[in-house]
């Protein structure tokens, strides 16, 4: 079960990959991780080409992205 939890697992850092969210503070997008599945790789291929990574780096990912995808920005007019 995916949980908020996980999202501890994605890390922002300007000193890695330019701060755009990593997993685990390596130097593997979220981006990354989200384009192999939309391209059709299944996890265990995803996990396969970065042995390095835990089911629960892809699970955090995609968390990230849902979390992502519903947030929305106010413009806060000038006073």
Not at 10 to 27: A, F, H, Q, W
């Given at each position: 079960m995916t949980t908020m939890n996980e999202i501890h697992r994605?890390?922002?850092?300007?000193?890695?990959?330019?701060?755009?969210?990593?997993?685990?503070?390596?130097?593997v997008t979220v981006g990354a991780i989200l384009g192999l599945l939309a391209a059709g790789r299944s996890e265990e291929e995803v996990l396969k080409a970065y042995p390095y990574l835990e089911s629960g780096d892809i699970r955090a990912a995609l968390t990230y992205a849902t979390w992502r995808v519903e947030e929305r920005e106010v413009t806060v007019g000038a006073g």
């Open positions: 994605i890390t922002l850092d300007p000193e890695v990959m330019g701060g755009k969210p990593c997993i685990r503070g390596l130097r």
